[in-house]
Every structure is written in C-alpha cells, then in structure tokens.
C-alpha cells in the first residue's frame, strides 16, 4: 500500500514563500504521476499543480502560474510545491496525491478521479 506524508505548511503572511514535500512509501515512485491539490472551507478540492512521470510536464492552475513550482526528486521518492508570493486566496488544507497508472512517462494526470493514492493534507494559511 503506498503511503504519502505531506510537511511543510504553515501560516504565512501575504508575499511569503513555502515548500511543501511529499514523500512516498510502499511503491514505485518513479511509475506514479504526482499532483498537488488543495481545498479551502466550504469549496470543492482543485487541482493546483501536476507532474508526469518523467518530470518533464507540468499542469498549473492558473491562479497560481508563475508563483507555484512542482517538481519531483525519485531518488528521494519526492514530490514538491514550491509557492511564492502567497496570497489570502491560497488558504487551504493542500494535500499531495499519486496516480499509478500514468501510462506514457509524459502524461500528466489532470482529473482528481486519476488519481489513486491521497495523503492526509497540511495545512497552509497566509495571513493578510
């Protein structure tokens, strides 16, 4: 059974900066395609940030383009969201999630329903 532990979060005032880590037990990392998502009160969980397989594809959702970077270190069966520039509206619980049916090293997995493994979620607050 795969395991994933998130860490990182916290409160953090507006224009601050975070990194959340993932890491992943109990399977082959390097198979699963990774994704970031998050859920605020009282709204649905979104899709913030993907990556494939080979790490060469990532997926953003656009409120958070050109202040969230995904990234992924198999070595260390890691998976990453680094987050500049934080705002009020980036408040949520954020939870890592793995999809172990990627197929193509480059597919980028986009749906929450492709996505088979969840951890337990960390919590970020940025404060205004």
């Known amino acids: 059974q795969v395991q994933l532990v998130e860490s990182g979060g916290g409160l953090v005032q507006t224009g601050g900066s975070l990194r959340l880590s993932c890491v992943a037990s109990?399977?082959?990392?390097?198979?699963?395609?990774m994704g970031w998502f998050r859920q605020a009160p009282g709204k649905e969980r979104e899709l913030v940030a993907a990556?494939?397989?080979?790490?060469?594809?990532?997926y953003y959702t656009d409120s958070v383009k050109g202040r969230f970077t995904i990234s992924r270190d198999d070595a260390k069966n890691t998976v990453y969201l680094q987050m500049i520039s934080l705002k009020p509206e980036d408040t949520a619980v954020y939870y890592c999630?793995?999809?172990?049916?990627?197929?193509?090293?480059?597919?980028?997995?986009?749906?929450?329903?492709?996505?088979?493994?969840w951890g337990q979620g960390t919590q970020v607050t940025v404060s205004s």
């Open positions: 990556i494939s397989r080979s790490g060469t594809r990532t």
């Open positions: 999630a793995a999809d172990r049916d990627s197929g193509s090293r480059y597919y980028v997995p986009s749906y929450a329903g492709e996505y088979d493994y």
């Open positions: 109990g399977g082959i990392f390097g198979t699963y395609g």
